[in-house]
């Protein structure tokens, strides 16, 4: 079982392919860009600060062999109708924030109930089911913010409501929120402002994930995520063990919307939600984590890697190419390019893994 | 007390709709005793064992006559987890193992050690944190009871197939509550220094109070280990002895019985100028659960070549990895040219057609008309069936043409059926059988591979089927090479046997020889027979 | 009786009833709410003969057991630099539309041979890779748009000289090349693309035929039970990449016909999501993520245009608001939904 010290390398870099790419090609763009380096730093640290909750969201459900869940949108959705709720109260700072995610929790409950139901009927093709069923309940999503709320749903508040009287405006605005968890612990260091509460809260969802894992209810995951029919005959309730890990990714996500609009201080009420399960799931892949195994690290090397590029493209694609615009889409490829490389190096790479193993069952078989 | 035999089973039968499979079996088995339960394919071991498991598929079927006593108290069984608790541990042929948790972690399963604290308190017990320092003790006792060399903390997909098994056997010990351990073919998949570790680490079982029975097809295992043998054949207990009373011979006699009705040789044995037309020489076939690792064999031009041999001993691999469906390697010269493996359209266009074993999976377009079934190789292989159309541009389905040959067969065959446009899928398992052999028929091929053709099929389906086979054999000359675990059926159509064990030819037989050594053969006691290769 | 009307909706699937329900409850209501009927049939049929193709190309996949083509936009970029090409090169009337064609089937059979080759090599996650592998591929081609060569001055930015334009107007090249062959008029607002229709159905017949050749019979069997069709000698793979090829192909043809229906060439974000309409379309029309029929595209097309027809006439007349996009939304995506999770793969 010895490995030479030249193939520990190729394994390296053939497992941590897609950060390394990202780190050279950032690498290469940070200089053309020109921007100065505590630049950069500042604007990682908003951008981690933002994401990293919705994207460490996408953790559990990895863990129970779900796959990335494409469904997380749903979470962002409960979040957002918990900051209509909170807007049309006139309820700010902290303590609107707080109402907000209390209110979303039942409602991100409930939807993470019904998309673990829905995702437990289309078991070995997760992603693709849940991908569908976020682009459903935006359907559904739409239907009650633009119709039911205002006419069915009580809305006093006459600055979120549509001029027709019912429906709410595109713009949600949450400027009495904006950065109050932010700058709840007021921290500068070196002129930059740091947003100490916000990363607390991240800390302290690190040491729930990390504790989770070290659960009884973390290991059925685990067994389940491996192998559910071994799991299933060892006497764990599968199904439903499944249903909750997307509960818990759905409450999750709907926190994480809560903390990223805070730093945005607007929100859009139709579009805020739906680029949320794309970039968080792009940054984990950039962070080197698959469809089957993730960790904490790969969360935020990834936002690091991940938002870096993003920062720096447009004005990469400007020197290179004299056009901001193509920098623009090159970053929109590279959010979903990232995706079908990721799934497609997984999928290939669990037939590889098969052929070695009938490969290695046949060399021991055959020697005896 | 101490005496009293920790299960008693007691005029056990089953049915299955209407078909039985077991009949008045009673045997008991002492605490520290290790019991080996022998019998062919289909002598009822498996239903036995779901019985004593409570399997579902048991109390679906209308449940089971007769008793069951563990430790002297009736005991109804209905699903798995009722024999666990009664103490009862089974270890099956595949693994239940998750090749990406620990041995540990496996041997744990779902039986963790836990943390106490103060969030159980407030969310139940499986928000509590898992106490590894008590697994890994828990695990390593299991291990240490097994007395063998196995790490904890090692990868279940790191581990050779072997201490996978002892793997499966630690969890089943490690539950304090087990007192039976059942033992399905566990030395199948070891290598023999390992079946030998085994076997040493049942003893050490016993002898701490366990009792074991112990499923074999190795005799000599069963002889060398057992305290008592119980061999079934046909649902029956036809053997219950001590180990000393009897031999190998004897067992081999008791699971295959004398037949008692006369085989009807059907021709006489080929004749000794015809050809070889299929010349095997070493040939491997990586099936999973059927490998075949060392196959030789020269099957002659118009014969009828049956292959038998108990399951897992890699019958079915041969004609899965010369059809190449399966991965195969070694020499195959077919009707004097060496043929090329692992590419099915090649086997196909050299005029080898298999019927396989899979009838359902493999064999058959279930949701497509028995038309297209019949049609689709011959169709596929050598362009049959095609009409040219748009002068000769593009060549289609002559639907007319189908139609005609799948009456044909339909008729031929005695398929029963709506009309030839029926879903093969609401035909009787025996017409879809019938469907199979239409299929291969068409494609006129000079060498055809049967696997399991009367399997699941009722008895006027069977007949018509061997008749079919002959048929084809004697008027047309096709070679055929039926494989089949039913070695009386063979007997009465093949004019020579081969039996297959652990993946090579233990010997090959004519139909004639006596049945008991077929048995032997089939227990890999080739020294006790005299093989006509 | 009752039995039957069970069987019914379990064979057709309660979606796809409540549907076709719906499309009749809003021919039905279009009266009486002044929406012109022949007026809406027309739109319909339109709509139908711009889309049509696009469904179609559905089908050879599906067949072939690649499931549902989220990967649609690949043969529509082919279509797109056809079509983009032929203006480029100023070519006017039915020779314009099938020069665009015509240029654009040898990018299709390129970009299908190679998504096809990737997708066999992650059989089982098809649907999800190519839903990606489109996305990234129409988001490279943005960047195409802008640094490709084009500079006819119908197509480029006017300000910049450079850089093709979002839309881009077929009008004075192309628009209803096809659909005005025998096209006629019924009254005021019936119209019929005769053209579109007769182009829809070569298709179809083509893909009819080649079904029936010894290829397409294969094909259809590798969907169905790839086991049988590799123990009768069939090259999976093979025949796999084939119906890609072909898809792709119909993909471009499909967008091609769409625009000079539609009378614009929608470039960068443009062909994004347009994979979801045609798999709705197919579904609708009695699909499965296994198997599907011409017959299937023709159902599927009509109820599903039919819905986005009439959704905005006649739902906005009855509570005077808007809701057309919201119903797309929801029954597009809710029967894809549907297929998803009706069969479990693989065994546990």
């Not at chain 1, 509460?197 to 067994?223: E, S, Y």
């Not at chain 1, 991940?306 to 623009?328: N, R, Y």
């Not at chain 2, 006593?69 to 024999?83: H, I, N, S, T, Y």
Request: hydrophobic share 50%.
């Amino acid at each position: 079982m010895k490995t030479t010290k030249s193939e520990h390398l190729k394994f390296f870099f053939i497992r941590n392919a897609v950060p390394l790419l990202f780190f050279t090609i950032s690498a290469l763009a940070i200089p053309l860009s020109g921007f100065s380096l505590a630049y950069l730093f500042e604007e990682l640290l908003i951008r981690l600060s933002r994401n990293a909750f919705l994207v460490l969201s996408l953790l559990i459900p990895i863990l129970a062999g779900m796959g990335l869940n494409f469904g997380m949108v749903l979470g962002a959705m409960a979040g957002q109708i918990g900051f209509i709720f909170v807007a049309n109260w006139n309820i700010v700072g902290t303590q609107g924030l707080l109402l907000a995610a209390i209110i979303s929790t039942p409602i991100a409950i409930l939807l993470g109930w019904m998309c673990g139901i829905v995702l437990n009927k289309a078991r070995g093709r997760e992603m693709v089911t849940a991908f569908i069923l976020a682009f459903f309940m935006n359907g559904v999503y739409q239907l009650v913010v633009l119709y039911l709320f205002g006419s069915v749903v009580p809305i006093s508040n006459t600055d979120l409501v549509l001029s027709r009287g019912y429906g709410i405006r595109n713009v949600t605005n949450l400027e009495g929120m904006r950065n109050s968890l932010d700058n709840l612990i007021p921290l500068t260091l070196g002129g930059v402002g740091i947003p100490l509460a916000t990363f607390i809260l991240i800390g302290l969802l690190c040491l729930f994930i990390v504790w989770f894992r070290k659960t009884k209810l973390g290991q059925d995951m685990r067994a389940t995520g491996e192998d559910l029919a071994v799991a299933r005959s060892a006497g764990i309730r599968v199904l439903p063990t499944r249903i909750l890990a997307i509960i818990i990714s759905t409450v999750l996500a709907a926190y994480g919307q809560i903390i990223f609009l805070q730093t945005v201080g607007t929100m859009n009420t139709y579009n805020s939600h739906e680029q949320v399960g794309v970039f968080a799931i792009a940054a984990i892949l950039v962070g080197g984590a698959t469809v089957s195994k993730a960790s904490i690290t790969n969360v935020f090397v990834g936002i690091i890697l991940f938002h870096l590029m993003f920062i720096v493209s447009p004005t990469a694609g400007k020197v290179l190419f004299g056009d901001a615009q193509v920098g623009e889409y090159f970053r929109v490829f590279i959010s979903y390019g990232v995706i079908a490389l990721a799934l497609v190096l997984h999928a290939w790479r669990r037939q590889s893994d098969k052929d070695r193993a009938r490969a290695r069952f046949r060399n021991t078989s055959s020697a005896t | 007390m101490e005496n009293q035999p920790i299960l008693r089973v007691e005029h056990v039968g089953k049915t299955y709709y209407k078909n039985r499979v077991l009949k008045d079996v009673s045997f008991t088995l002492n605490k520290g005793s290790i019991l080996g339960l022998v019998g062919e394919n289909g002598a009822g071991k498996s239903t036995l064992m779901n019985i004593l498991f409570g399997m579902s598929v048991i109390a679906e079927t209308g449940g089971y006559e007769g008793k069951i006593f563990v430790d002297g108290a009736e005991v109804l069984f209905l699903r798995p987890k009722d024999a666990l608790s009664a103490g009862i541990g089974m270890v099956h042929q595949e693994f239940s193992l998750i090749p990406g948790f620990t041995v540990t972690e496996n041997i744990l399963l779902n039986r963790e050690s836990l943390h106490h604290n103060i969030t159980e308190e407030v969310f139940g017990e499986r928000l509590a944190t898992l106490d590894r320092e008590d697994m890994k003790k828990r695990a390593s006792l299991a291990i240490q009871k097994l007395n063998v060399d196995l790490d904890g903390e090692t990868l279940i997909s790191e581990l050779p197939v072997g201490y996978k098994q002892f793997t499966e056997i630690a969890r089943e010990i490690s539950s304090s509550r087990t007192r039976i351990l059942v033992l399905d073919e566990p030395t199948a998949v070891l290598t023999e220094s390992e079946a030998e570790i085994l076997l040493k680490s049942m003893r050490n079982l016993a002898d701490a109070g366990i009792a074991i029975i112990f499923i074999s097809h190795r005799l000599d295992e069963v002889l060398s280990i057992c305290d008592k043998i119980v061999v079934l054949r046909d649902g029956e207990v036809v053997l219950d002895t001590k180990v000393g009373e009897t031999s190998v011979r004897g067992m081999a006699n008791a699971m295959v019985g004398r037949q008692t009705k006369r085989i009807e040789q059907t021709k006489a044995v080929k004749d000794e100028n015809a050809k070889v037309l299929l010349e095997v020489n070493n040939l491997w076939v990586d099936m999973p659960g059927e490998t075949v690792r060392d196959v030789s064999l020269r099957v002659m031009q118009g014969e009828i070549y049956g292959i038998s041999g108990l399951a897992g001993q890699g019958k079915l691999g041969i004609a899965n990895g010369i059809m190449g469906l399966m991965l195969a390697g070694g020499s195959v010269i077919f009707d004097g040219k060496p043929l090329q493996l692992n590419a099915p359209s090649e086997s196909l266009a050299a005029g080898i057609t298999a019927v396989s074993e899979d009838r359902r999976g493999v064999g058959l377009l279930l949701e497509e008309s028995i038309e297209w079934n019949i049609i689709f190789s011959a169709l596929q292989n050598q362009s049959g069936f095609l009409k040219p159309i748009l002068g000769g541009l593009l060549h289609i389905r002559d639907e007319k043409r189908i139609e005609a040959c799948a009456k044909q067969y339909v008729k031929d065959l005695e398929i029963r059926c709506t009309s030839e446009k029926q879903k093969v899928q609401e035909l009787s398992g025996g017409n879809q059988q019938k469907v199979c052999l239409a299929k291969a028929f068409e494609t006129n091929p000079k060498l055809l591979f049967v696997a399991e053709p009367t399997r699941g099929i009722d008895v006027g389906a069977k007949a018509l089927v061997l008749d079919a086979l002959r048929k084809y054999n004697r008027e047309n000359g096709m070679t055929i090479i039926m494989i089949s675990s039913e070695l009386e059926e063979l007997r009465s159509i093949c004019d020579r046997i081969a039996i297959t064990d652990r993946g090579s030819i233990a010997g090959v037989l004519p139909a004639s020889a006596p049945s008991e050594d077929f048995g032997l053969l089939m227990m890999g006691k080739v020294d006790q027979v005299e093989v006509s290769a | 009786m009752i039995n039957t009307i069970k069987n019914f909706i379990e064979d057709a699937g309660w979606p796809r009833i409540l549907i076709a329900l719906f499309l009749v409850f809003l021919f039905v209501a279009a009266p009486f709410v002044d929406v012109r009927l022949d007026a809406s049939v027309s739109d319909t049929l339109i709509r139908f003969g711009m889309n049509g193709v696009m469904v179609l190309a559905m089908v050879p996949m599906i067949q072939s057991g690649c499931g549902l083509n989220f990967g649609l936009p690949l043969g529509i970029i082919a279509g797109l630099l056809g079509a983009v090409t032929s203006v480029q090169l100023e070519m006017h009337g039915l020779f314009g539309v099938f020069g665009a064609m015509a240029m654009a089937t040898p990018l299709a059979i390129i970009f299908g041979w190679g998504y096809g080759l990737l997708l066999n090599r992650v059989k089982g996650d098809e649907m999800m890779i190519a839903t990606y592998v489109g996305f990234s591929s129409v988001a490279i081609m943005c960047v195409m748009w802008l640094i490709l060569p084009y500079d006819s001055p119908k197509m480029v930015w006017g300000y910049a000289g450079e850089g093709l334009r979002t839309t881009i107007s077929v009008e004075e090249f192309w628009q209803n090349a096809i659909g005005d062959i025998a096209s006629f008029r019924f009254g005021e607002f019936f119209y019929f693309p005769t053209g579109v229709f007769v182009f829809f159905f070569l298709c179809c017949g083509a893909i009819a035929l080649f079904m029936r050749t010894k290829t397409g019979t294969a094909m259809a069997t590798v969907g169905s039970n790839p086991e049988f069709a590799k123990a009768n000698g069939v090259n999976i793979n093979r025949m796999r990449t084939l119906s890609v090829i072909i898809s792709t192909v119909l993909g471009a043809y499909g967008i091609i016909i769409y625009q000079q229906s539609f009378g614009f060439i929608q470039l960068y974000m443009g062909p994004f999501y347009m994979a979801f309409p045609a798999v709705a379309a197919v579904l609708i029309g009695g699909a499965s993520v296994k198997k599907a029929s011409i017959m299937n595209v023709i159902v599927g097309t009509i109820l599903f245009q039919g819905i986005l027809t009439m959704t905005p006439s006649v739902i906005n007349s009855i509570i005077q608001t808007d809701m057309s996009e919201v119903i797309r939304i929801i029954v597009s995506n809710g029967m894809i939904l549907y297929a998803l999770t009706r069969v479990v793969r693989g065994r546990e």
